[in-house]
């Protein structure tokens, strides 16, 4: 079999661990081509770093996907995640109309926000319009208040029982159309994972692990990215985001043992070989 190629749309920063250099290595890892659009250059990434630079790339990436599509480049998947701007939402549904195959795989990081709120840069039509890129998607990875927001409903209301994520997964599924792994899910204390709604066979199942206690970022990037590595490797959705939760809760050991500052992320470097071990 050839190499699977997914397009991976992010940005990138030159230091601290999210987007693109965490996608292009784990999906590397996993023996996945990956293939950067990335939508900013960043020197680092905006959480806790001051004075940071930034290079828009909007108005290059069209110009990247026409030369792609001459060349008619496939993809086997198409993985976003946090994007700049209103416009580069358009582009990248752009971008996935006319990339889409058959057999492709469209996942969504619809990224928006944390802790029942949106991120700084994101701006009530951008939330918008990040929900109507979703809509496009096979599979999307929202955090509790993405679903929120996705959803319409107020963040500090969610039902947080085992009953109440598995609705809340399956009403994200949009009547089933979309497969759905539901981040930062809690079924009991002390535990941490996904809820998922597979679009396929119309199963809600959670997978848990145990929560370490200690604040930790770009882990939402890491389960994105072991979750569309595992895909393209044949695995079912629950078995990717089982794969992508057990990554996360070692990267997360080892990242206490370094005692790491936040900022940082999470160091997942040393244990790629986690990845690539799983037939």
């Not at 994101?122 to 599979?139: H, K, N, Q, S």
């Not at 039902?159 to 949009?174: H, I, P, Q, V, Y």
């Not at 199942?205 to 145990?210: E, G, K, L, S, W």
């Amino acid at each position: 079999m050839s190499t699977p190629r997914a397009a991976a749309i992010h940005d990138l920063s030159g230091f601290g661990r999210c987007s693109l250099t965490v996608a292009i290595p784990i999906l590397s890892a996993m023996g996945i081509q990956c293939c950067p659009l990335p939508t900013a250059f960043l020197s680092t990434h905006t959480g806790g770093f001051q004075g940071f630079t930034f290079l828009d790339m909007t108005e290059e990436l069209p110009r990247i996907a026409r030369h792609w599509k001459s060349l008619d480049l496939r993809f086997q998947a198409i993985y976003s995640g946090f994007l700049g701007s209103e416009r580069q939402i358009d582009i990248v549904a752009d971008f996935i109309r006319t990339f889409r195959t058959r057999d492709a795989i469209v996942v969504v990081d619809p990224v928006m926000g944390d802790d029942g709120r949106a991120y700084q840069t994101y701006t009530p039509a951008m939330c918008a319009g990040m929900c109507r890129l979703a809509e496009l998607a096979d599979v999307i990875t929202p955090n509790l208040t993405e679903a929120a927001f996705l959803l319409d409903r107020d963040y500090s209301a969610l039902d947080r029982s085992e009953a109440g994520l598995r609705r809340l997964t399956e009403e994200l599924s949009l009547g089933g159309t979309r497969s759905v792994a539901l981040t930062g899910a809690s079924l009991e204390a002390g535990k941490t994972g996904a809820v998922c709604f597979d679009a396929r066979t119309g199963r809600t199942q959670a997978v848990q692990t145990d929560f370490i206690v200690h604040p930790l970022h770009g882990t939402g990037d890491v389960f994105a990215s072991v979750l569309t590595g595992a895909l393209l490797r044949g695995r079912s959705l629950a078995e990717a985001a089982e794969q992508a939760v057990e990554f996360i809760r070692a990267c997360a050991v080892r990242t206490v043992e370094q005692d790491l500052p936040l900022r940082e992320g999470v160091d997942f470097e040393p244990l790629l070989g986690l990845l690539m071990d799983r037939d």
